[in-house]
């Protein structure tokens, strides 16, 4: 288990829970700020792109979000999205050269591994085959919205109605723009 350093992650309950069921623990090094790739490398492809950055924090949006996990975004990413590996990376003067495997996914990486059994491949073979990646898409949707439904009753609860406050100002009441990231989840965005 790779956590970050705050106090919220490191603490009694998860160093017993560690224990107990054998998980090695580890953490980033004092002062080098550059082990947090380790902790955080998947947050933007497998969080923040799928859900945007809103606060999911009722009982509810968990327990949908940890069903969206499990079942479809865990088949999807792992059966239908490919991955570029890292195989080399070398300092030639000023520049650093890096070189990638052929994108594949994890299941693909998986069927060529030598050290998984037949049967374990027969098993996942059965699963790819019994996937449609149309539907899983559709059902990821679906969730989403869900999700996004739940959250959005959840604050208009918590809302005060300010339209009487900016009428009274000569205002309009501004239009509430959408959290919704889905434009993030299909447009690229360049790094750069």
């Known amino acids: 288990m790779h956590s970050d350093g705050g106090t919220e992650f490191i603490n009694d309950h998860l160093y ?17 700020k550059n082990d947090n790739c380790l902790v955080e490398q998947k947050n933007n492809t497998h969080v923040r792109r799928l859900v945007g950055y809103l606060r999911y924090d009722t009982e509810t949006e968990m327990n949908l979000l940890n069903d969206l996990y499990q079942n479809e975004m865990h088949f999807y ?10 195989i080399l990376k070398e300092r030639v003067g000023g520049k650093i050269h890096r070189v990638y495997d052929k994108a594949k996914t994890p ?19 059965s699963i790819y085959q019994s996937l449609n990646p149309a539907e899983l898409k559709r059902q990821i949707d679906k969730k989403l ?41 299909e447009i690229p965005v360049s790094v750069r």
């Open 16 to 32: 017993k829970y560690s224990v107990g069921t054998e998980l090695g623990f580890s953490r980033s090094r004092p002062y080098k």
């Open 77 to 86: 990413k792992n059966f239908f999205q490919p991955q570029n590996k890292l």
């Open 107 to 125: 299941f693909q990486r998986l069927m060529e591994s030598p050290e998984i059994s037949e049967t374990q491949k027969q098993e996942l073979k």
């Open 145 to 185: 919205d869900m999700l996004y439904k739940f959250y959005q009753r959840k604050n208009n609860s918590q809302k005060v109605d300010t339209s009487a406050f900016a009428k009274s100002f000569g205002g309009t009441k501004k239009k509430q723009i959408s959290p919704r990231f889905s434009g993030v989840r």
